[in-house]
């Protein structure tokens, strides 16, 4: 089954929300509950959500069983689903890197425990099995998400302006233009490991790195990118056509990265894609040059990723229609201050522009 | 804790609810109608749990609607 048959059978199946009233148990994924979580999916973000696998009740059991995605649901005794959360890889390299996210409740259990009880069940894989440490994205046009943070235990890291199509959420809040994500951390079981850091942000990840209790050598990146032809630039690029975002992870750098990246934006340009974000291996020692070479293309910063490669990671981003930072919704203290480091530093490359 | 509706809404300020927000709720009314959302309200009642020395079990939370629930619900168990 695809999105499109998924969704027609959700907007054609008749369906009556369950009223609040009566009690839910929660538990680890069964393949029963599919159903109810793309039942949940569609009641709560409607036809925009961009990943598809949340519609798809097939592909919820497939990831499930290979532990791609953990998810925890709420059920009534009827067997509806009324709230789920779910640990899932996403974005990073590193398989042991888990994504809490996709929580989600029905209108008529907000008031009740039902979301703590699903989110305090998936923190207790956190450190277990292969979940070695789990991050989220909170979204900034409202800040219940980023509430979350307090009870995963995460540490704001970096910011994502205008990562999200407004229309992904014209169900659950209505929101204009494009949406920012802030990213938490935690790690569980962390291991010594050599962070490059490049001379420009320096200060900043002093920052970003402060509050997550890793356990690091610091050493700023002095090593050039090497040179052709022995070592050309790879990069492995994920395109999320919907949302208009494609994201880059530099798996090799070399001297002529800055050709590849001209190259790979002039393609997505002509794709209308709204944003390029590029994933940066601090473990590598010509991260500095890296981040150098993409400075001087219009990148900018948005954040430090503890383990995304297994080594720690650095988000910079660059944005093809202007965020409104304005519009961007905080809710700790950390964050905010977050936001003013991004918000500079993508003045400093329109300036640079 | 002498459980009144000011005590409840200053326990919800003290778990970082918003203000202008609290001011406003009606007690009468679900919160849920007045903007507290999926993540305050369990957070408030782990709060009132512990300010007032009370159990909410998951099955009395989906009962408890509105600040004059909480009142009642404290006055029937101190």
């Not at chain 1, 953990?70 to 890889?89: C, I, P």
């Not at chain 1, 990213?183 to 790195?209: C, I, T």
Request: glycine share 6%; with cysteine.
């Amino acid at each position: 089954m695809d999105r499109i048959e998924a969704l027609r059978q959700l907007r054609e199946t008749p369906w009556t929300s369950p009223d609040g009233s009566e009690k839910y148990t929660v538990g680890y994924f069964d393949p029963a509950a599919a159903g109810g979580i793309a039942r949940l999916s569609y009641t709560v973000y409607g036809e925009g959500y961009p990943v598809d696998t949340y519609y798809i009740p097939e592909r919820l059991i497939e990831e499930n069983a290979r532990g791609a995605i953990r998810s925890v649901v709420a059920r009534t005794a009827s067997g509806d689903v009324v709230a789920h959360g779910a640990l899932y890889r996403s974005s990073p390299p590193n398989p042991n890197l888990y994504e809490y996210g996709l929580a989600m409740t029905l209108p008529s259990y907000r008031a009740s425990m039902v979301f703590a009880r699903v989110t305090q069940a998936a923190m207790k894989l956190v450190g277990t099995d292969t979940i070695d440490a789990i991050f989220s994205e909170g979204v900034c046009n409202h800040i219940i998400t980023q509430k979350f943070s307090a009870l995963l235990k995460g540490v704001e890291t970096a910011l994502e302006p205008a990562l999200m199509p407004a229309d992904a959420y014209t169900t659950e809040r209505s929101s204009e233009g494009r949406v920012a994500c802030v990213m938490s951390f935690r790690v569980a079981r962390d291991q010594r490991r050599v962070v490059f850091l490049p001379r420009p942000y320096l200060a900043e990840l002093e920052f970003m790195m402060s509050g997550l209790d890793l356990d690091r050598e610091l050493r700023v990146s002095e090593n050039a990118l090497p040179a052709l032809p022995e070592a050309s630039s790879v990069i492995d690029v994920r395109r999320f056509a919907s949302a208009g975002v494609a994201r880059c992870t530099l798996t090799t750098p070399g001297d002529d990265l800055a050709t590849r990246v001209a190259e790979l934006e002039s393609e997505l340009a002509k794709q209308d894609y709204a944003l390029i974000q590029v994933f940066i291996n601090l473990g590598q020692a010509n991260s500095g040059a890296v981040v150098d070479a993409l400075r001087a293309q219009g990148y900018s910063l948005g954040g430090f990723l503890p383990t995304w490669f297994g080594d720690d990671g650095l988000l910079l981003q660059k944005h093809r229609v202007s965020p409104d930072f304005e519009s961007i919704k905080l809710y700790s203290d950390r964050a905010k201050a977050l936001l003013e480091i991004v918000r500079g530093d993508w003045q400093r490359a329109q300036s640079n522009g | 804790m002498t459980v009144t509706i000011f005590a409840l809404k200053e326990l919800m300020l003290a778990t970082g609810l918003d203000a202008e927000l609290v001011s406003r709720i009606d007690p009468a009314r679900p919160l849920i109608q007045q903007g507290v959302d999926s993540v305050d309200y369990p957070g408030f009642i782990l709060a009132f749990e512990e300010a007032c020395g009370v159990k909410v079990s998951d099955a009395d939370s989906l009962r408890l609607k509105t600040l004059d629930d909480f009142l009642n619900f404290a006055a029937a168990r101190t």
